[in-house]
């Protein structure tokens, strides 16, 4: 019988629910279950002691020797057996043996567990059903030898050209189908007959003998072919035509680049430029931009086709081919481009319709009129075979032709490469007509806006921002109104909305210096009325130095006078600060999503005269949304001295409570919202989500003035740094505390507070009572003091003073990364 050893083998081979047979080391039957007579019929009295071959099928019988040797040597095997059932039938099986150990007397035993295999999807199937599944299977299905010689093919593997199946037995790839890399084929077939590992979806393009005059895509797949010993027979592989797929995947990489790299200035050369690169070599071989000289020059055209290229003539804006030197053409960059009146491109100039010829005249000269009849070149000389003539059109205006040829790929151009080639050029097209229309303001407005707004907010953990700009003034995209976001010392950021009087470029030369004198005060560390206080006298002394006799501009009025709005966020109590010049309507969106309008005191326009500047300080919630805007959000309901507060309030509120998944979103779904597509102001709107600095990520202690109290809180230092994980700071931190708390018990009075803050840098701050302000010293080699300040702007990346009613603050920041040494 088989014994509780037995069966746990038969559980560590995941088989418990079948038929177990102990067999000894002479392939005899030694124990036999209830499963096994229920699966063959033989009792045990009849199967113990019984050889194994003796109840097998006389085939499987055979094998039973080498199964042997294979089990000795592997330790297991496991396969398909015939059982002789006792009523003769045979009863297929799938069986695993395995050791089960040594007996007493030392021979070997194996455990052998059965399966019937009848119920199991598949193994039913004869022999000629699994040949005809695979012989008209519509995949294309071939097996080659360790020679990579052809030894069977299916039908569908003959929509490839080659031949049939037999005519294919004996020979290599390369002498089937000699346009594919065989080389790289029977390399990926060698590698599978040596590893065996299954190589699945490899794409292959190339020509078939079925489609000569054209590239097509396949995914292959091979599989190692073995015997029952495990000896490789060969490969056997599955062949699919992908070729539409992988068109279309061109198409679409091809779109995504010219999306990406066409259009990205406003030159026009360089536009033209950016077309012939992104068409070749994944469109065409060749690709030639020609534009009207108009064009180039920036002058205005006709709406409409072209009456004939005398009149008009083309210059070379761009070209493109496969071959280095762009050889197939005789006209350089910038050269005059003519073309015989009856030619293709002539045509397609003046009739603004597309044209496209699948295969050329090889014998036909080419188009270009600047070669004598006995010098031109003919197709053929060229290379070129296939050809499509695109023209460059926008807005109804033809602006010039763009020419595709191929001489490397053999498949011509059909209407699907067409259609793409039209596209390219269409956006080409566009990018190319703004150029044209804004070249004379181009320059100009390119300098300005590179400098006068943010290209991106800057990093801070204060507050998530996000930022609406959109100008008046379509042509330069330039005006008034700015914004800014501004780190500042302890954590804390800045928040800068303002409008400058007019549009355009003068009006955006204005505001620029207005934005560079902000971030100036504002790294001063200056409370917002302050701040303000200071932008009045500038935009004051900017008016007094304009000369009076200026005329007036079209609208009516001189670039002077501004409104701005600055406020300050602490994000360690959540209080911000703000004070306004001439500007209003801030507004705090709840985290519940209402919507309040803080009361801010009024204050004159910058540059205008009247009382002082005063601010207000309010308490923002965590996940609360400030709202700064300019007067332009709303100036869709008229001029802001004649539209109703009230109203105003209203309608922002409505916008600003709609919900939207991001503050990106939300922010363009307000502007969206309440400006028309042609806004009469510029409009600005700033929207900024508080956020708290959590408190184990700040620390403050109280320090008694005594010079003692120094080794101690350098001592807490170095203990808070490492429980931040930040211990590669401690020796510049430490140095950074000594020096100020040292500095700040030997020259100030009253009580010294030292605060510490993780944020995006460490923040070191030193509190004293003394409104007298260090100064950083360069001491020579000889002096015996002067080097503290020295050595703290050294070991930081920022360092600065701010002042407050009781006094002062020194702050440094530095690099989480390491010291900046």
């Not at 200071?534 to 005329?551: F, I």
Request: charged share 25%; proline share 6%.
């Amino acid at each position: 019988m088989v014994t509780s050893e037995e069966s746990g083998v038969a559980r560590q081979l995941h088989m418990a629910d079948t038929a177990v047979v102990l067999l000894d080391a002479r392939a005899t039957v030694a124990g036999w279950t209830a499963d096994a007579e229920r699966l063959f019929g033989h009792s045990r009295a009849e199967a113990v002691g019984r050889a194994v071959a003796d109840l097998l099928m006389p085939e499987d019988a055979a094998r039973l020797p080498e199964l042997a040797a294979r089990c000795v040597r592997d330790g297991a095997w496991t396969g398909l057996l015939a059982v002789r059932h006792r009523d003769g039938h045979p009863v297929v099986a799938t069986v695993r043996v395995a050791s089960a150990g040594e007996a007493a007397d030392g021979p070997p035993r194996w455990v052998a567990l059965a399966a019937d295999t009848a119920g199991t999807p598949g193994w039913s199937m004869s022999r000629g059903a699994l040949e005809r599944m695979a012989a008209h299977s519509p995949i294309g299905i071939a097996i080659v030898d360790v020679d990579l010689r052809f030894v069977w093919s299916n039908a569908a593997l003959a929509q490839f050209g080659g031949g049939p199946g037999h005519e294919r037995i004996g020979k290599r790839l390369a002498d089937i189908q000699p346009g594919l890399d065989a080389e790289a084929l029977e390399a990926v077939m060698r590698q599978v007959l040596e590893t065996g590992v299954t190589v699945a979806d490899y794409e292959h393009v190339g020509t078939v003998r079925s489609a000569p005059h054209r590239d097509t895509a396949h995914a292959m797949s091979f599989t190692r072919l073995d015997d029952d010993q495990g000896t490789p027979l060969g490969v056997y592989y599955t062949v699919v035509d992908i070729t539409e797929r992988h068109r279309a995947r061109e198409r679409l990489t091809l779109l995504d680049q010219a999306g990406e790299h066409i259009g990205r200035t406003l030159d026009v050369t360089r536009t033209a430029q950016e077309l012939a690169d992104v068409a070749v070599p994944g469109l065409a071989d060749v690709v030639t931009v020609d534009l009207l000289e108009t064009v180039l020059e920036g002058g205005e055209l006709a709406a409409g086709p072209m009456s004939g290229p005398d009149a008009v003539p083309l210059r070379r804006a761009g070209h493109r081919s496969a071959d280095d030197g762009v050889p197939e053409t005789a006209v350089g960059i910038g050269q005059v481009a003519r073309y015989l009146a009856d030619a293709p491109p002539v045509s397609a100039l003046t009739s603004g319709r597309s044209w496209i010829e699948e295969r050329l005249d090889p014998l036909a000269e080419e188009w270009t009129a600047d070669l004598p009849r006995g010098e031109a070149a003919t197709f053929l000389d060229l290379g070129l075979h296939t050809a499509m003539i695109v023209p460059v059109r926008a807005r109804g205006t033809t602006l010039g032709i763009t020419t595709f040829f191929r001489s490397h790929r053999k498949d011509p151009f059909d209407q699907d490469d067409l259609s793409l080639a039209e596209e390219f050029v269409a956006r080409a097209a566009l990018c190319v007509d703004n150029a044209r229309r804004y070249t004379r303001e181009r320059d100009a407005a390119l300098v300005l806006q590179r400098h006068l707004l943010p290209h991106r907010l800057p990093e801070q953990d204060a507050m998530e921002v996000a930022a609406c700009y959109r100008p008046a003034d379509e042509l330069t995209g330039l005006g008034g109104d700015w914004f800014d976001v501004i780190p500042l010392s302890g954590a804390r950021v800045a928040l800068v909305v303002g409008d400058v009087v007019g549009h355009g470029i003068e009006a955006a030369a204005a505001m620029g210096r207005l934005r560079a004198a902000v971030q100036t005060l504002a790294d001063l560390d200056l409370p917002p009325e302050e701040v303000l206080a200071h932008l009045d006298d500038l935009v004051d002394r900017a008016g007094s130095e304009d000369d009076p006799g200026t005329p007036l501009r079209a609208d009516g009025v001189r670039v002077k006078g501004a409104s701005c709005l600055y406020a300050v966020y602490d994000p360690v109590g959540g209080r911000c600060s703000m004070a306004a010049a001439g500007h209003g309507l801030p507004a705090v969106v709840a985290p519940d999503g209402t919507v309040d309008f803080p009361e801010l005191p009024p204050g004159p326009g910058l540059g205008v005269g009247g009382p002082p500047f005063e601010s207000v300080e309010l308490r923002l919630a965590e996940g609360s949304v400030l709202a700064l805007c300019t007067d332009g959000l709303l100036a869709a309901e008229g001029p802001a001295g004649r539209r109703d507060a009230a109203a105003d309030r209203d309608r922002l509120s409505r916008a600003l409570e709609r919900p939207a998944p991001g503050l990106d979103d939300r922010c363009a779904a307000v502007v969206d919202a309440l400006v028309p597509a042609r806004p009469p102001d510029d409009v600005v709107l700033l929207l900024a989500r508080a956020r708290r600095l959590p408190a184990d990520r700040m620390v403050s202690w109280e320090l008694p003035g005594d010079p003692a109290s120094v080794a101690e809180v350098r001592k807490r230092t170095s203990r808070q740094l490492c429980e931040w994980g930040l211990d590669e700071l401690t020796f510049t931190t430490e140095l950074i505390v000594s020096e100020l708390v040292t500095n700040a018990i030997r020259h100030a009075a009253g009580p010294i507070r030292l605060r510490l803050i993780m944020s995006r840098t460490l923040v070191c701050e030193v509190w004293d009572a003394s409104p007298t302000s260090p100064h950083l010293r360069h001491p020579r080699s000889t002096d015996e003091g002067g080097r503290g300040l020295f050595l703290v702007s050294r070991c930081t990346q920022r360092w600065g003073t701010r002042y407050t009613q009781e006094g002062k603050i020194i702050w440094t920041e530095q690099s989480l990364t390491g010291p900046s040494v």
